[in-house]
């Protein structure tokens, strides 16, 4: 563990750190990492670190701390990772304007975020985070504003947050948190102190797995190995069996599901994505998605390990057939995007696993 309390990411504290003792800090900063990987997290360090009271920053035990620990009822609502204990946004208001972003705060610390069931963070959302930042903070000595997922930024909202970042509030931190850093506008990247959050290794992960948190052996390095270096992920698994276990049934199933034929595919499909609303069919279809390229990825390192200058046939058909369904699967993502039915999508993998390799 790293001085924040954080598994890995070493080298981006040490950076913040470093430029906050200095007292080089930047007005925005961008924390990019795959989903899990503790991005949020690190967002909420960096806020309490700005804002602590104590001399070893961030103490964590402070009422500034405290207010964006990961269990504390305002960072739940403030924020999506996916939690078990996350509380459901409220009914959206009846203005349509307000209706799209939620905008929570405490104790000077402001989180932006797209309202659940809605596509972007409108341009409203941004002016009213943009307003506060301008406010003389009223407890500790900084002003924190958290963007949760910049890349769902509106083309509108980010160019209203480029005015903010052009002039920002001497008092004021802007921390946008993105998966990828070619999500987020590039005249929002070129004003923001990059902050990447590469992966934990596997090792790191199952041997605090098995030390902090007391699991066995065998279950840590299976979350470990699962996880793909995402210590966040790691952690919120071992956490919760149960979702642990759902987990990996559904891995299970989409192992099973690219082994299996036309017809065992067929029902699979009907199985996940029988019933439910198009936009719950969506989320499933991703959901399921995701598994299927896990288990495209774990084929994909196999058959480039049997590989070689001199491998046989066999081993370059191998690579070829994982290559082919890993651009199918793509296509399939695609389709949903441009909301087609995800039903119908399936049925389609189910009949046409790989892309047309076939000369046009």
Known sequence: MNPWG????????????GAHRAGRLGHAYLITGVSGSGRRTFAARMAQALRCSQPDRPCRTCRLCRAVEPDAPFWQAAVRRDHPDEV?????????????????AYLDVHVLRRRDGFRDIPIRGVRELAAETYLKPAHGPARVAIIDAAEELSIPAANALLKTLEEPAPHAVIILIAQQASGVLPTLRSRCHHLALAPVPAAQIASHLVTDLG??????????????????????????EGRWREFAERQAKA????????????????????????????AQAYLWLAHINRAQASELRDAMRATGSDAPTEARAALRSVVARMLRAREVQVHIQHNVTPKLVFEDLALRPAADSRPR
Do not use: C, N
């Open 88 to 104: 459901d946004d409220p009914k959206p208001p009846r203005d349509r304007r307000d209706a799209g972003f939620v905008h929570t």
């Open 255 to 282: 192992d099973a599901f690219e082994r299996a034929p036309p017809a065992a595919r067929f029902m699979t499909v009907d199985e996940l994505l029988g019933r439910g609303r198009p936009l719950e069919q969506a």
């Open 215 to 240: 699991l066995e052996a065998e279950a840590a390095e299976a979350i470990a190995a699962a996880s793909r270096g995402r210590a966040g992920w790691a952690i919120g698994m071992a956490r919760d």
């Open 6 to 17: 954080l598994l890995g990411h070493e080298r981006a504290v040490r950076a913040f750190q």
